[in-house]
């Protein structure tokens, strides 16, 4: 080896985990490896992303080679180069010539990447992934609204009351709450002027999406939230910004209860012998293709 660096001393050998291959192979086998043909690479990007989210992969650890992954999955080798590409962008994975494709420490994934932020909240257990879903909505969501309490036209006010309807009209069915509900979220956001703002909320709607999915279960409905969104409605309508960031907030530390009261009731379902089954298998099984075939065979 070649000496480097004024002192002439030798640079530090990487560390190197050896994969794990016979675990993979096991925690593979029930759902299967090979690829179907329609959006190819998607599906690598999703497979390997997945598997390194949810700790198969763990930081530190080579990929199998090219060859062994192409076999394995089923697919040619610029489809698993061009997966790879994509994760090496969300700060997944790490490529160098002959040292082969590295799992990422986890302080280098891009963690609002809207793939990442999907494959995180599919971790079972869930809870650190909620702890910070909701701190981040904390830091950011009422300093939005008090924004838009100050510049909101009358044009989004005028549509943020018709989503205020509808989540009323929608009673306790909850996947017709979801939508004005979702809707009465991104006007706010879009609603401030500022390209920046703008460019935050586009992220903070991708993890909305997901905090409103995982409420979805909540043992007391969703008809409870509606005061507290006619709140912030309210004082935007005031343009009172101060009122619009508390009443905010509000809503926010509501929602967090409905989420870990819906983890609590998921968690107890599973703990029945009929009905165990992980969250991430469950991700797996709805994620279909637009035919309607599973992504994995």
């Given at each position: 080896?070649?000496?480097?660096?004024k002192g002439?001393?030798?640079p530090?050998a990487?560390?190197?985990h050896?994969f794990?291959h016979?675990?993979w192979?096991?925690?593979?086998?029930?759902?299967?490896?090979?690829i179907?043909t329609?959006?190819?690479?998607?599906k690598?990007?999703?497979?390997?992303?997945q598997?390194?989210i949810?700790g198969?992969?763990k930081?530190?650890d080579t990929?199998?080679?090219?060859?062994?992954?192409?076999?394995r999955?089923?697919?040619s080798?610029?489809?698993?180069?061009?997966?790879?590409?994509?994760l090496?962008?969300k700060?997944?994975l790490?490529?160098k010539?002959r040292?082969g494709t590295?799992?990422?420490?986890?302080?280098?994934?891009s963690?609002l990447?809207?793939?990442?932020l999907g494959?995180?909240?599919?971790i079972d257990?869930?809870d650190?992934?909620?702890?910070?879903?909701?701190g981040?909505?904390r830091?950011v969501?009422?300093?939005i609204?008090?924004l838009?309490?100050?510049?909101?036209?009358?044009v989004?006010?005028a549509?943020?009351?018709a989503?205020?309807?509808?989540?009323?009209?929608?009673?306790?069915?909850?996947?017709r709450?979801?939508?004005?509900?979702?809707?009465f979220?991104r006007?706010?956001?879009?609603?401030v002027?500022n390209?920046l703002?703008?460019?935050?909320g586009?992220i903070?709607?991708?993890?909305l999406?997901?905090n409103?999915?995982?409420?979805?279960?909540?043992?007391l409905?969703?008809?409870k939230?509606v005061?507290?969104?006619?709140a912030?409605?309210?004082?935007?309508r005031?343009r009172d910004?101060?009122g619009a960031?508390e009443?905010?907030t509000?809503?926010?530390?509501?929602?967090?209860g409905?989420?870990?009261h819906?983890?609590?009731l998921e968690?107890r379902?599973?703990a029945?012998p009929?009905r165990r089954m992980s969250?991430r298998s469950a991700m797996e099984?709805?994620?279909l293709s637009?035919?309607?075939s599973?992504?994995?065979?």
């Amino acid at each position: 080896m070649k000496l480097s660096g004024k002192g002439g001393s030798k640079p530090r050998a990487p560390v190197v985990h050896a994969f794990d291959h016979a675990h993979w192979d096991t925690a593979r086998r029930r759902s299967g490896d090979r690829i179907e043909t329609s959006g190819l690479v998607d599906k690598v990007v999703r497979r390997i992303g997945q598997d390194v989210i949810s700790g198969l992969f763990k930081p530190g650890d080579t990929l199998p080679n090219e060859s062994a992954l192409c076999e394995r999955l089923g697919v040619s080798r610029s489809v698993l180069r061009e997966a790879v590409r994509v994760l090496v962008s969300k700060g997944l994975l790490l490529r160098k010539s002959r040292l082969g494709t590295r799992v990422c420490p986890t302080d280098a994934w891009s963690l609002l990447d809207s793939d990442v932020l999907g494959w995180l909240s599919a971790i079972d257990p869930p809870d650190r992934f909620v702890r910070e879903l909701f701190g981040l909505r904390r830091a950011v969501e009422p300093a939005i609204a008090a924004l838009a309490a100050q510049s909101m036209s009358a044009v989004d006010l005028a549509a943020l009351e018709a989503c205020h309807r509808d989540m009323i009209a929608a009673g306790d069915d909850a996947d017709r709450f979801f939508e004005p509900d979702f809707c009465f979220h991104r006007i706010i956001m879009r609603s401030v002027e500022n390209s920046l703002v703008q460019a935050l909320g586009r992220i903070m709607m991708q993890a909305l999406e997901i905090n409103l999915r995982l409420s979805l279960g909540a043992p007391l409905g969703q008809q409870k939230s509606v005061p507290q969104h006619g709140a912030v409605l309210e004082a935007i309508r005031r343009r009172d910004p101060e009122g619009a960031r508390e009443a905010t907030t509000r809503l926010i530390n509501d929602a967090e209860g409905d989420v870990w009261h819906a983890l609590a009731l998921e968690r107890r379902d599973r703990a029945r012998p009929d009905r165990r089954m992980s969250r991430r298998s469950a991700m797996e099984m709805q994620d279909l293709s637009p035919e309607g075939s599973p992504l994995w065979k």
